[in-house]
């Protein structure tokens, strides 16, 4: 028999390396399938809504807001109040601008006023007067040997109401400026009367606010009328003292 010789072998070998490998250049590649993706790692959490139960009440039932304010408010009126009674709580007041609220059998002590400026008092015989010159609430604490008292009152604008405590339209206040004693009390006009200053001449005089009053100066008189609603102060400067009144002003 006659063996192939190393020559006829080694190309033997060479071509089928070349055909397989041709074989696989041709052959068609498959993709691999995708992973499935793992939930824990691929997909972002999601927030865990936490409910709890609402204490706030529902508008429509929620209860109104205390008022102060009384249900019905006088006019500018005198209003006394024994500061003696023995109700277990003082009524809130409400008096209108230009209004007076007297405090009855009270000494000159013991009565504190908050605020001040909404008020212009002055005391005499067991009486304090206190004439009311600027709209808010005001608080008159009042100390007695039985305990200490708060009396609340509301100052509110002017109104249609009767208005006893201020001077008439078509009448006239007459101030003289000579007259000695305490300091003048504030006073209240209605919207058309007149406000006159008697003996004093036509310099040292000045208003403030100067806006709401218009004056006329003759023959050491003066006379002022009110073109508007508001408080003003006058101030007349004397050889021996310098005067100031308060004038409020009403529809």
């Known amino acids: 028999m006659n063996r192939p010789s190393l020559r006829s072998m080694t190309v033997l070998a060479a071509l089928a390396v070349a055909t397989l490998a041709a074989a696989c250049a041709h052959a068609p590649v498959e993709a691999l399938p995708p992973l499935a993706p793992n ?31 009384p249900h019905t408010c006088l006019g500018a009126v005198y209003y006394t109040f024994d500061t003696t009674t023995a109700m277990p709580r003082w009524p809130t007041l409400c008096i209108s601008l230009g209004g007076v609220l007297r405090l009855a059998n009270q000494g000159p002590e ?11 008092c002055f005391y005499e ?53 000579l007259d000695g004693g305490p300091p003048w009390n504030a006073i209240c006009l209605k919207l058309g ?26 023959a050491g008189v ?14 007349i400067l004397l050889t021996q003292e310098t005067r100031t009144l308060t004038v409020v002003a009403i529809r």
């Open 193 to 218: 009367a007149v406000l006159r200053f008697e003996n004093h001449g036509p310099d040292d005089f000045s208003v403030e606010p100067s806006g709401v009053v218009s004056c006329f100066y003759e």
């Open 39 to 69: 939930p824990a790692s691929s997909s972002p959490a999601q927030p865990i809504a936490i409910t709890t139960p609402s204490t706030a009440t529902p508008a429509s039932s929620r209860p109104s807001q205390p008022t102060t304010r």
């Open 222 to 235: 003066r006379e002022c009328r009110f073109v508007k609603a508001g408080t003003v102060t006058f101030t």
């Open 110 to 120: 013991g009565v504190s006023i908050s605020p001040a400026d909404k008020v212009s």
């Open 125 to 177: 015989a067991g009486v304090r007067e206190c004439r009311l010159i600027r709209t808010g609430t005001v608080r008159f604490t009042i100390v007695k040997p039985s305990g200490t008292r708060i009396l609340t009152l509301i100052v509110a604008g002017s109104s249609p109401r009767p208005a006893p405590a201020c001077v008439p339209a078509g009448e006239t206040h007459v101030v003289d400026v």
